[in-house]
């Protein structure tokens, strides 16, 4: 049966639900798969598999060179920072200093002209004057307060005297922050962790990549789980063998070495140094019709 002729008409002067449809007119929402979300085992910075890894007070993981490189890269910016501060500070020390010189200049300036602004002063060689007294422009003596308006003067048109808006440079701050959680961490609150692979022979023939497991309960570390390191021994389990076990007996199941409640660190899941990681999982664009071209446009949803 053919279809109706509504749905092949397109020469009307606006769009029909048919041919927004067609064109995928509205909101597309789509769910995060697990490409789109970083492994418990890769590292923040670089999303590879860890090397040497190094954990944070908060649960943030990274590879030992990476967190490195990071805080020796904020060390030199908050060095530059606090060079460039200091340098404008002694900019404004000097200007400060110039605006007193120039303004004891001008009270000198006034105070001469009042006393002796009636005595003619000849500065050409042949004392040469005329019959009023002056001696032209280029014998006039430009004053420093001239001086200064002339060096102030914002004067747009003029390349020389084109007003610059100024830089104001804050103080920095001296500490360095964790790229992940953006809170204050130093190299001595990082401790190495460590996940206990499986070597089983079923694992090593189906899987090629590395599986880790929790040492107590043998179970599969994924991104399912919430996991937990001991910041005193740096052994990773899961949060049911931690809170199970090492909460009540303080003690490290892998290595027996004493442990508290405090050094219970749970581990962050998902997330990186560029971008963060929430409870929405799912992808939202809005497709709106281009005007005239028949065309849908991709932009994001603008939250209500």
Known sequence: MPQRHSKNNNDLAFFTYDEKRKLGYGTQRERLGKDSIKPFDACSLCIKPLIDPLCCLKGHVFCKECILECLLAQKKDIQRRL??????????????????????????????????????????????????????????????????????????????????????????????????????????TLFPIYFTEDTSDQKKSKFLDKTHICPSCKVTLTNTLSLVALSSCGHVFCKKCADKFMVVDKVCLVCNKACKERNLVNLEKGGTGFAGHGDHLEATAFKHLGSGSGLGLTRPATKT
């Open 83 to 188: 060079a460039a501060h200091t340098a404008q500070q002694k900019q404004e020390k000097d200007e400060e200093e110039e605006k007193l010189m120039l303004q004891k200049a001008r009270e000198l300036d006034a105070f001469d002209q009042q006393n002796h602004g009636a005595v003619p002063q000849y500065n050409d060689r042949n004392h040469s004057q005329d019959k009023n007294g002056f001696h032209g422009a280029n014998s006039v003596k430009v004053t420093s307060y001239e001086e200064e308006a002339l060096r102030t003067m914002k004067a747009f048109w003029l390349p020389s005297a084109t007003p610059e808006a100024p830089v104001k440079v804050e103080a920095p701050s001296i500490s360095t922050v964790c790229p992940q959680g953006n809170e204050k961490l130093k190299l001595k």
